[in-house]
């Protein structure tokens, strides 16, 4: 999708879970000219599809290979253990890594948090995607722990989760090939930054309209021995003949 009368766009890709509609938004306002093509992908094949040239910027989860990239970390989520509504988890707020320690645990081949230990035991299959695992967890075949953003995005009535307070974070951050940095990259860096529409490192501000000079208060006109003419009409004041 490009506009009729610039040819431009800028297409954005996103990983699950995050969503960009504050930020595109924001760009619909400042940008009208120039529309937003989303491109969703799958976390693991977020970077490749950057360096491809498959899209201009996008949202990814770290850590990923940042060679040839520019990355701008953004914020942090919170690890969750996704589990049936019936399970012992639900009645806690939080759990730790060792409470879990006697559950089968799915480790779906596309999970982006990096693990020390993996809680629980290892299940008896790795899904292909957390989606798979999400099913397997409905199921009662394990638990599954995922991103905040995940467990909301997979959301189930038969399913809820619980923080794991001592687990691995995932972080999400703006990732673009470094050497394709343009000035629409640069626009909505900007944006994910919070800077305002007239900041120097977003587009060009318009030139502030200049206020009217103000009006310089007319002084009488002077003669020229120095002293001030006296209006037509008046008459000096003199000494009256006696």
């Not at 230990?117 to 999400?134: K, N, S, Y």
């Not at 318009?206 to 037509?232: D, E, L, M, Y």
Request: aromatic residues 4%; positive net charge.
């Amino acid at each position: 999708m490009t506009d009729g009368e610039t040819g431009r766009t800028f297409r954005l890709a996103y990983v699950p879970g995050v969503t960009p509609a504050k930020w595109v938004n924001v760009w619909i306002e400042r940008t009208p000219d120039v529309p937003v093509t989303l491109v969703a992908v799958p976390a693991a094949e977020a970077v490749a599809l950057l360096r491809s040239g498959g899209a201009d910027a996008g949202f990814v989860r770290l850590p990923v290979d940042r060679d040839g990239l520019s990355v701008i970390p953004l914020y942090v989520e919170t690890t969750v253990v996704m589990v049936p509504k019936d399970h012992a988890v639900a009645a806690a707020d939080e759990v730790t890594i060792a409470d879990l320690a006697d559950d089968e645990a799915f480790h779906p081949l596309d999970d982006i948090v990096e693990w020390t230990v993996r809680p629980g035991l290892p299940a008896f299959t790795r899904p292909a995607t957390t989606a798979e695992a999400v099913e397997l967890v409905a199921s009662g075949a394990g638990i599954l722990p995922v991103p905040l953003s995940l467990a909301r995005l997979h959301h189930r009535r038969d399913l809820t989760y619980r923080p794991v307070s001592d687990a691995p974070q995932s972080q999400v951050a703006l990732a673009w090939p470094t050497d394709a940095t343009t000035d629409l990259v640069e626009d909505f860096i900007g944006i994910v930054r919070g800077r305002t529409a007239n900041s120097s490192r977003g587009r060009t501000p318009a030139t502030p309209v200049k206020k009217p000079a103000q009006r310089q208060a007319q002084k009488p006109a002077q003669n020229g021995s120095g002293r001030r003419a006296v209006p037509s009409g008046r008459k000096k004041k003199g000494n009256r003949p006696r």
